[in-house]
């Protein structure tokens, strides 16, 4: 398991898709906590000041395309045979794959969140209202981080579930940006159980709406389900 879970972080680390990806993601939440900071006189309340450094509410949809391009990415480009040959036994390779793609998603993360606290901090310090506090600052960066991670592995297992990277990247897009928030319209608690609630709540570290615990239950449970449906479906799948 190490070699492979070595060799994915190998391929991680020599393709340009995470480092696109990963420019995508600063930029995005850049500016976020610029616009947030300084559009009509900064925010004023806890939780608008909570949502201007949530990089991990930013960055978690981009991590869970990334995870969905990197796995479609073995079955586009015919990669994953030379794989197999190595580790016949393709449940560890799923395994490693989803383990290095989390790995890195917490490590950009991180990266990510200390450029958004140095720049957000600041700006923050400027605004009317309440201050965060010690608990809200690490509240967000641990949320964020526990978001990003679960969104890249999930990203993993759908795409390995799907293989199709144009339908899985067009599917995940329109369950949560259309299919989720027409959940609402039967019963409004209904999104509290979805993947886009989830990864948004979570990365904020909880807020109004809902705590940080039951994002982290709800998306870890997601996460848990999909991949565990990956390990054993691609078993008994051929190699193309």
């Not at 492979?4 to 990806?21: C, N, P, Q």
């Not at 390779?93 to 990510?112: P, Q, S």
Request: aromatic letters at 6%; glycine letters at 14%.
């Amino acid at each position: 398991m190490t070699h492979l879970l070595a060799g994915e972080l190998l391929k991680v680390r020599t393709t340009r898709t995470a480092f696109g990806f990963a420019i995508a993601a600063l930029l995005l939440s850049l500016a976020t906590v610029l616009i947030v900071s300084l559009a009509g006189g900064g925010p004023e309340t806890i939780r608008d000041k909570r949502a201007a450094i949530a990089f991990g509410s930013v960055i978690s949809a981009v991590l869970l395309i990334y995870g969905v391009v990197g796995a479609t990415g073995e079955f586009r480009h015919r990669t994953l045979a030379p794989a197999v040959l190595i580790a016949p036994d393709r449940y560890r390779l799923v395994i490693a794959r989803m383990l290095a793609y989390g790995l890195t998603a917490g490590f950009a993360a991180a990266a990510i969140g200390a450029v958004v606290y140095l720049i957000g901090i600041p700006l923050l310090a400027g605004t009317s209202g309440p201050d965060l506090g010690g608990g809200d600052y690490l509240g967000v960066a641990v949320g964020g981080i526990l978001a990003s991670v679960l969104c890249a592995v999930l990203g993993v297992a759908i795409g390995t579930l799907v293989r199709n990277q144009v339908g899985a990247v067009v599917g995940l897009l329109v369950w949560i940006f259309v299919m989720e928030p027409l959940l609402s319209i039967p019963n409004a608690n209904l999104t509290d159980y979805t993947i886009g609630t989830g990864a948004g709540v979570l990365g904020q570290g909880g807020n109004v709406d809902g705590t940080m615990a039951h994002a982290f239950v709800v998306l870890a449970a997601w996460t848990t389900l999909l991949s565990l449906a990956a390990v054993l479906l691609d078993r008994r799948r051929d190699v193309e």
